[in-house]
């Protein structure tokens, strides 16, 4: 009867100790739906909602009406291990973005710095992304 006590105290233990060292998906705060609120380098500030949904791998991402272009303007981004958002492209090569964001998933708050270039320049973009 004590080996048995000691095997289920051994099961219990491994149990524990093996779902406790599971990584979270980082993924799951960031997709869905989040408000923009974004200061424009002519001083205008706009509020609008983006999408985020996962590309094709943990780390990529896709943000629609980054913006404010639409929900077809697709904008491909990159997390780093240091929570930092890098821009790779878009789908449409009539604008470019540059620049980067900070993802705190403690708060749900992506902070953007980014200029645009193409059919409008706009030098410096502030926005905040807070989860809906």
Do not use: H
Request: charged residues 20%; glycine residues 6%; hydrophobic residues 35%.
């Amino acid at each position: 009867m004590q080996k048995l006590k000691y095997l289920f105290v051994a099961l219990a233990l491994l149990l524990v100790v093996g779902t406790s060292c599971e990584e979270s998906d980082s993924s799951e705060g960031l997709i869905g739906l989040w408000q923009c609120k974004e200061t424009r380098s002519d001083n205008s500030y706009s509020v609008y909602n983006v999408s985020i949904d996962q590309f094709s791998s943990d780390s990529l991402y896709v943000i629609y009406n980054m913006y404010n272009l639409g929900m077809d303007f697709e904008v491909y981004v990159k997390l780093d291990r240091d929570s930092t958002f890098s821009f790779l492209g878009s789908n449409n090569t009539m604008y470019t973005l540059s620049g980067s964001g900070n993802y705190r998933p403690s708060l749900q708050k992506i902070d953007w710095e980014y200029s645009v270039s193409g059919q409008v320049n706009d030098p410096l973009v502030i926005a905040t992304f807070e989860k809906n």
